[in-house]
């Protein structure tokens, strides 16, 4: 009788807690009176966050806030988009100017602990480079001792650089410029002898600006960890939790080989997995405090990770996958289990 107490007890307590998870905070409220979600982007960084020719917002970094509208309200286009130097990006997510932040930044304790934000996963593995003219005749970063350096304020990438030259006994002087565009025509008109920033990003400003890609190239270096990812701020835990599981079940869509195209007729399959992650065995919607549809119009809208990476990353920077293969092609990407 005493253990059919206590087992009565602790399934009282479970769902205790798994209704005040279900419980929504004052970001996740205030998301739905409004009909969308802000998310706070790059000012213009193409393959991860750029407008292109007809105003519309595309990226690696669009498709997670995209991918969570889908999940959250229905529709991957119910997103406003703010677009974030390095250095606004944070003071933007703490005050409530936007709901989320998805803008190639990188996660570190630092960010997690004293600035009070939640990084939801990692949607792109990455690292520290040097981008540099050809013409500065230069095949290492050890060569770059008293090379002038354009750099973005207030990132991961500032204190990288000044790790780096510290560590090699070289000097350099930085350059430091807000405004990506600005940064980076300060490096094409010469101003600068080096910019750095993020490999994936300077694979970006290497064939979308440089006036002719074949007079520059990125450095063999790679000075950092850059694990980058969405971030939301800390108090609103379904919200995060729904951030959380939107990219979790784009990655495991890959996984499962299920992308926008099948989508409809993977909800057939007998695979078990596949069940859950597209509601035919109903809970995991319910777990979110969502319908069992969520990860569905997520794939069906937006499409798998791998869908994302090729068109936005491959398909404009000519970016292989690399780090960001899935696992079981020799990469980093694991999506934690949708169960």
């Known amino acids: 009788m005493k253990i059919k107490t206590i087992l009565a007890a602790g399934a009282m307590s479970v769902a205790a807690i798994a209704a005040n998870n279900a419980q929504a905070g004052a970001v996740l409220d205030g998301i739905k009176a409004k009909g969308f979600v802000q998310c706070g982007v790059n000012t ?4 991860f966050s750029a407008a292109n020719a007809e ?10 806030c995209r991918g969570i509208a889908a999940a959250l309200l229905g529709d991957a ?28 930044t990188t996660a570190t304790l630092t ?24 013409a500065l005749g230069v095949s290492s970063a050890t060569e770059l001792d008293g090379a002038t350096v354009c750099v973005e304020p207030g990132t991961t990438t500032e204190l990288n650089l000044a790790d780096y030259f510290r560590a090699k006994g070289m000097s ?6 807000e405004n990506i565009n600005e940064a980076t025509a300060a490096f094409f008109s010469g101003r600068c002898d080096v910019y750095t920033t993020d490999a ?13 890609p074949d007079d520059y190239v990125i450095l063999p270096e790679i000075i950092s960890k850059e694990p980058l990812g969405p971030a939301v701020a ?31 007729e993977m909800k057939s399959s007998t695979n078990p997995g596949i069940q859950r992650l597209l509601g035919v065995s109903p809970g995991m919607g319910e777990a979110l405090g969502l319908d069992e549809e969520w990860a569905y119009r997520i794939i069906k809208q ?8 090729e068109k936005n990353v491959t398909a404009k920077l000519g970016v292989e996958r690399g780090l960001n293969a899935l696992w079981t092609d020799g990469g980093l990407q694991y999506a934690w289990p949708v169960r």
Do not use: C, H
Request: negative net charge; aromatic residues 10%.
């Open 44 to 47: 213009g960084l193409p393959g």
């Open 234 to 264: 800390q108090g609103d835990e379904q919200w995060a939790d729904i951030g959380r599981w939107a990219l979790a079940a784009m990655i495991e869509a890959e996984e499962y080989g299920v992308t926008s195209a099948n989508v409809d």
């Open 302 to 309: 937006v499409g798998n990770y791998g869908e994302s990476y």
């Open 200 to 212: 994936s990003g300077l694979a970006s400003i290497r064939t979308t600006m440089a006036p002719n």
């Open 172 to 177: 350099f002087e930085p350059v430091v410029i």
């Open 77 to 104: 286009n119910k997103v406003q988009y703010t677009p974030l130097t390095a250095a606004q990006r944070f003071t933007a997510l703490q005050s409530g100017e936007i709901d989320i932040l998805s803008r190639n």
């Open 111 to 134: 960010r997690d602990v004293k600035l009070g934000l939640t990084f939801l996963g990692i949607n792109y593995y990455d690292g520290q480079g040097f981008l540099i003219p050809k």
């Open 55 to 64: 105003g519309k917002w595309e990226g690696i970094d669009v498709d997670v």
